[in-house]
């Protein structure tokens, strides 16, 4: 039997080739059939999982809601260290120096990542602005995001900070981070569907096993992890509920 794997769309590019490594990885060393398979956009994946064609799903905080609340989906395990944040930037030589010096009538230019754009538009509140007195542009990736900001086709830009601090220097040194989320309470989880869960235990071990040989360890590395931990059903409640809250 082959079972069908998904990331969701908002990892670095940079990390691509990563994630068929890992696949591969996982296969060989499960001895399963393993297929990924990945998206350029939040709507085409959620239209995939809504028709229920993976049992493995990389997610982030927003949509494991759905998966484990309304799809069966079990948490198996998050990457070390690597909490979602969100960042709010404008141009280097943008004349705001605060969120509260923003006007209605905003450009924003931003991804489809909800998480990132819950959060950035939470950060926006001190300055009463709302989804209904911006102007949200939407672009495929956060490089694209950073040009707009460049270009001055946008006033602020939403990113995922670890996406953010991995822009090249020449992208980045043209930019300022006008604010930064610090929640550190939600992050991506490894999520397992009803199908794949009777191997949840053997998946775990493997996984945060991967640190104690040179060879799995190269795989962490090439997704930019250090390590995996463990994640339990408790945790994912939790989070899910923080995300439920800052939603409303």
Same mark, same amino acid.
Request: aromatic content about 8%.
């Given at each position: 039997?082959?079972?069908?794997?998904?990331?969701?769309? +908002?990892?670095?590019?940079?990390?691509?080739?990563?994630?068929?490594?890992?696949?591969?990885? =996982?296969?060989?060393?499960?001895?399963? /059939? *393993?297929? =990924?398979? =990945?998206? +350029?956009?939040?709507?085409?994946?959620?239209?995939?999982?809504?028709?229920?064609?993976?049992?493995?799903?990389?997610?982030?905080? !927003?949509?494991?809601?759905?998966?484990?609340?309304? $799809?069966?989906?079990?948490?198996?395990?998050?990457?070390?260290?690597?909490?979602?944040?969100?960042? *709010?930037?404008?141009?280097?030589?943008?004349?705001?120096?605060?969120?509260?010096? =923003? %006007?209605?009538?905003?450009? *924003?230019?931003?991804?489809?990542?909800?998480?990132?754009?819950?959060?950035?538009?939470?950060?926006?509140?001190?300055? &009463?602005?709302?989804?209904?007195?911006?102007?949200?542009?939407?672009? &495929?990736?956060?490089?694209?995001?950073?040009?707009?900001?460049?270009?001055? +086709?946008?006033?602020?830009?939403?990113?995922?900070?670890?996406? !953010?601090?991995?822009?090249?220097?020449?992208?980045?040194?043209?930019?300022?981070?006008?604010?930064?989320?610090?929640?550190?309470?939600?992050?991506?989880?490894?999520?397992?569907?009803? /199908?794949?869960?009777? %191997?949840?235990?053997? *998946?775990?071990?493997?996984?945060?096993?991967?640190?104690?040989?040179? %060879?799995? $360890?190269?795989?962490?590395?090439?997704?930019?992890?250090?390590?995996?931990?463990?994640?339990?059903?408790? &945790?994912?409640?939790?989070?899910? +509920?923080?995300?439920?809250?800052?939603?409303?």
């Amino acid at each position: 039997m082959t079972y069908n794997f998904t990331v969701s769309p +908002d990892f670095n590019p940079n990390h691509l080739s990563g994630w068929f490594i890992f696949n591969t990885w =996982l296969q060989k060393t499960l001895d399963t /059939g *393993i297929h =990924l398979e =990945l998206y +350029d956009d939040f709507d085409s994946q959620r239209r995939a999982i809504g028709d229920n064609k993976f049992d493995l799903i990389y997610a982030n905080p !927003y949509d494991a809601s759905v998966l484990v609340r309304r $799809k069966g989906f079990v948490p198996l395990v998050s990457p070390r260290d690597k909490s979602d944040e969100a960042i *709010i930037a404008v141009r280097a030589d943008s004349a705001i120096t605060s969120v509260e010096e =923003l %006007k209605a009538g905003l450009r *924003i230019s931003s991804t489809d990542d909800p998480d990132v754009n819950m959060m950035c538009m939470i950060m926006l509140e001190p300055a &009463d602005l709302t989804v209904n007195n911006t102007l949200t542009k939407q672009s &495929d990736s956060y490089v694209i995001v950073a040009k707009d900001l460049i270009r001055g +086709d946008s006033d602020v830009g939403f990113f995922l900070e670890e996406t !953010y601090n991995e822009l090249s220097n020449v992208i980045r040194s043209q930019l300022r981070t006008l604010v930064h989320s610090q929640i550190q309470l939600i992050n991506h989880v490894l999520l397992a569907g009803p /199908g794949l869960a009777h %191997k949840r235990d053997e *998946i775990q071990g493997l996984l945060t096993d991967m640190g104690g040989c040179e %060879k799995s $360890k190269g795989v962490l590395d090439s997704l930019g992890f250090d390590a995996w931990d463990i994640v339990d059903q408790e &945790d994912t409640e939790f989070m899910i +509920d923080l995300m439920d809250t800052l939603e409303t």
